[in-house]
């Protein structure tokens, strides 16, 4: 198992999950990837509790992969600036 974490600002409209619905501000997103399938999840900043990001977990072909998708993801989800 893999996995990446980095931290980010969830933009206007904040980020959706599947158990919570939208969450804000200061946030982690962590992906996994376990068996070929990314997933990512996303915390308050310093809290306990993971929430899947809805629509975000995919298969991965190539292992190698997992580090760029990380980063598109955040690239999206970041959004400090609005």
């Known amino acids: 198992m893999a996995d990446y974490s980095s931290p980010l600002v969830a933009g206007p409209g904040g980020v959706m999950t599947d158990e919570v619905g ?7 997103l962590r992906t996994t990837l ?10 308050y900043e310093g809290a306990d509790e993971w929430y899947a990001v809805t629509g975000a977990s995919c298969r991965i072909r190539d292992p190698r992969d ?11 989800l970041n959004r400090p600036l609005g």
């Open 34 to 43: 376990v068996n070929g399938v990314l997933r990512a999840k996303v915390r």
């Open 22 to 28: 939208v969450v804000t501000g200061d946030l982690e």
């Open 66 to 76: 997992h580090a760029a998708v990380h980063q598109v993801l955040l690239g999206v």
